[in-house]
């Protein structure tokens, strides 16, 4: 749950509704509430959006103050940066004119008495944005000047870091080969006759026979030789 920021009886201011405000840097000057307080900077800590932020807490229990506002101590420097002392101080016991009250923030101002310390800078105690100002010379409410703060995440700038895309390597297409396939004509076996047949019969049948008789004369004249 975020939490408001309030700068009560302030002069000067230096930002606007919507605007986004840094921590430590200045947003108005001190001032006197329109008058009506010698200078010095009312600063408290809502726990959450109030119903009115110019509502204040009298007649409330030291235990509903704790419950609806935050511990604003350690953060004098930062608001008031020439801070010296204080008047009421965080749960102080206080009178006003309009009742008893548990004082929900802290008062502050510098060395100076009276008046001497308006005019020094006020700043944001947080990284926030304005969501309430009143600017005008009326009391409001005891305020007079007044400024809320709500307070903001730092905003942290996450990069993700995105896969590099791997190149993809496409094989070569395999081209078809469209060369048209010419078929050889088949070769019909041929065909002998019947007369082909009995020549080649007859031929190899004298082949056989001079055969024959070659080895006949030659067995022959080898025997009439040897006598």
């Known amino acids: 749950m975020k939490k408001y920021y309030r700068y009560g009886h302030v002069d000067g201011i230096k930002v606007k509704v919507g605007d986004k405000v840094k921590k430590g840097q200045q947003i108005a000057k001190n001032g006197t509430g329109n008058g009506q307080w010698y200078a010095h900077c009312h600063f408290d800590i809502f726990n959450a959006r109030p119903a009115s932020f110019t509502e204040f807490c009298v007649g409330k229990s030291k235990e509903w103050v704790k419950s609806h506002y935050a511990d604003p101590r350690g953060l004098e420097k930062i608001v008031m940066p020439t801070y010296h002392h204080l008047g009421y101080g965080w749960l102080e016991d206080?009178?006003?004119?309009?009742?008893?009250?548990?004082?929900?923030?802290?008062?502050?101002?510098?060395?100076?008495?009276?008046?001497?310390?308006?005019?020094?800078?006020i700043n944001s105690a947080t990284d926030g944005e304005v969501v309430y100002i009143y600017n005008g010379t009326g009391k409001n409410g005891g305020w007079g000047k007044l400024i809320v703060i709500k307070e903001i995440e730092e905003i942290k700038e996450v990069v993700k870091k995105i896969p590099e895309e791997k190149e993809e390597v496409k094989e070569p297409e395999k081209k078809e080969d469209i060369t048209p396939v010419i078929e050889e004509p088949k070769k019909e076996p041929e065909k002998i006759t019947e007369d082909e047949k009995l020549a080649n019969n007859c031929q190899a049948i004298a082949i056989d026979l001079k055969f024959l008789i070659d080895r006949?004369?030659?067995l022959f004249n080898k025997f009439f030789n040897k006598k």
């Not at 008893?100 to 800078?121: C, R, T």
């Open 94 to 121: 206080a009178q006003y004119s309009g009742g008893h009250a548990y004082h929900p923030g802290l008062d502050l101002n510098g060395a100076g008495s009276g008046n001497a310390d308006l005019n020094d800078p």
């Open 216 to 218: 006949f004369l030659a």
